[in-house]
């Protein structure tokens, strides 16, 4: 009797129906909520211990929460330059933040979620901070959205601080108000702190509405919340809500902001039908003290290649698609949303080159697969400043920015930091050390062999000014 061919065809329908448990019979919405300077540990299902953001537990509890997520780099254009392109940012050309009337942005020869989705025919919206440049040539709109409704940059970046005290900083008295801006004209401009505190509602509001308009088509819905970047604001219904000052009420009217994305799409019938991403651009910014977040014991935060700026929470749910209840502790990273994105929705990947990789594997239930093996950290105009393998980071020589040794500022004025550190080469095993305090480099040669070939071959590619390399494969920024 010949087993091989019904063994062979049972195989074939196995692989078909593993292949095809990710995508149901409608292309499925994306809804992909991005936070700003939200850290590591600002959770409570990643471990924050005084308030409850109970609505993203629910939702990590019915999805994957990854532990080792990663943002592209520590910082603002930059990581929201990669979210957008799954592109390491310096390929790009982009560093840094970008101050108003900066003149440069992501250029229109890259192709972006919303650009891939809208070929599809999904309805694209975007409703909160841009920051990849400010001119009307790089807005929105002209990157794939439909609609746009928030700021082009960050929200300290005005000259008003709070109850009309200056910012720390020259360069606060240097722009004008905040814009709001609607698809590609300023509607008005924030004036006061209180209009900042509505933001998180206005994003939700529209959001909202966007989900009601396109419940009966394909959409991608991209909500990149100003808060909790400094200056924090809440809305008057969640001020001294959770009793343990300005940022857990700010975390749970984030919470809250959440929880009404996930009502709508239950109440329009499209949950099923709907993945829910959700993420951070990097870590907080902790030498603000009681207005930042925690990186959750992680070493550093905002603008440091440590793990405090880097690593982020991230969270995938998608009722009956992705696996419920699940931890996943393989390296992945914010560029490798894109592919995934594209992979789930059948689109063409960009012409141009990425670095992110699909996690369509992890999203299927396998937590032993390995879709990205290296991760380079760059910070800077194109510093290359360490390399990850696995549980292996190796921290390359370089002078950056350290919080350690500084006592925190404290309601919204910062304390001081230095950007003159500077750091030795040093290898930890982030499996045993999450800290990075150990320097284990002379106990694995190996390791450290393997990561410094690794980040030769990252130089060649990407370049690095510290070892004065150009990088064969970046890209020009955008320009007026």
């Known amino acids: 009797m010949n087993f091989k061919k019904p063994l062979y065809f049972l195989a074939a329908l196995l692989f078909i129906q593993g292949a095809s448990s990710l995508k149901p019979a409608d292309s499925p919405n994306i809804v992909l909520i991005f936070m700003d300077d939200m850290g590591y540990g600002d959770l409570s299902c990643y471990g924050a211990s005084t308030y409850r953001t109970e609505n993203i537990d629910r939702m990590a509890a019915e999805g994957i929460r990854f532990t080792n997520f990663l943002s592209a780099q520590a910082v603002c254009s930059a990581s929201r330059a990669a979210l957008m392109t799954g592109c390491y940012p310096n390929r790009l050309n982009i560093h840094g933040a970008y101050f108003p009337g900066a003149g440069v942005g992501l250029n229109p020869d890259e192709t972006t979620i919303a650009e891939l989705l809208k070929e599809k025919g999904y309805a694209t919206g975007i409703f909160g901070k841009w920051h990849l440049g400010d001119d009307k040539k790089f807005l929105p709109l002209q990157h794939g959205f439909d609609e746009y409704v928030g700021i082009p940059y960050s929200n300290d970046m005005w000259p008003i601080w709070y109850d009309g005290k200056r910012g720390i900083g020259t360069f606060k008295e240097k722009w004008p108000d905040l814009p709001l801006v609607v698809d590609n004209e300023v509607s008005r401009y924030l004036t006061t702190l209180e209009e900042q505190a509505e933001l998180t509602t206005l994003y939700t509001e529209k959001a909202v509405s966007f989900i009601k308009k396109n419940s009966k088509k394909p959409f991608f819905l991209y909500l990149p919340h100003t808060m909790p970047h400094v200056p924090i604001a809440v809305s008057d219904k969640f001020k001294d809500k959770s009793g343990e000052g ?17 009502k709508t799409l239950k109440e329009q019938g499209i949950d099923e039908n709907t993945m829910i991403i959700f993420t951070s651009d990097n870590g907080p910014w902790i030498n603000y003290g009681n207005h930042a977040g925690s990186t959750g014991g992680l070493r550093e935060g905002k603008g440091v290649s440590y793990e405090g700026g880097h690593r982020v929470p991230g969270i995938v749910r998608w009722k009956g698609k992705v696996p419920a209840g699940v931890v996943c502790n393989q390296l992945t990273s914010t560029i490798d949303l894109l592919p995934t994105i594209a992979s789930i929705c059948g689109t063409s990947l960009p012409k141009n080159k990425i670095d992110g990789v699909s996690l369509m594997p992890i999203l299927n239930g396998d937590m032993t697969a390995k879709p990205r093996e290296f991760f380079a950290y760059y910070y800077r105009r194109n510093n290359l400043e360490a390399v990850r393998k696995d549980q ?79 990088g064969s494969g970046r890209r020009p920024i955008g320009r007026i």
Request: charged content about 30%.
């Open 246 to 262: 300005l940022y857990a009420d700010l975390m749970l009217e984030i919470d809250w902001s959440v929880g009404e994305i996930m």
């Open 392 to 470: 292996w980071k190796l921290v390359l020589p370089h002078t950056g920015r350290t919080y350690k040794g500084f006592l925190p500022g404290n309601d919204g004025f910062p304390g001081p930091n230095t950007e003159q550190h500077e750091e030795p080469m040093a290898l930890y095993d982030l499996r045993r050390d999450p800290g990075e305090e150990y320097d284990v480099q002379r106990l694995y040669p190996e390791v450290v062999k393997e990561l410094e070939a690794y980040a030769e071959t990252i130089r060649e590619e990407l370049g690095d000014e510290i070892t004065n390399r150009e």
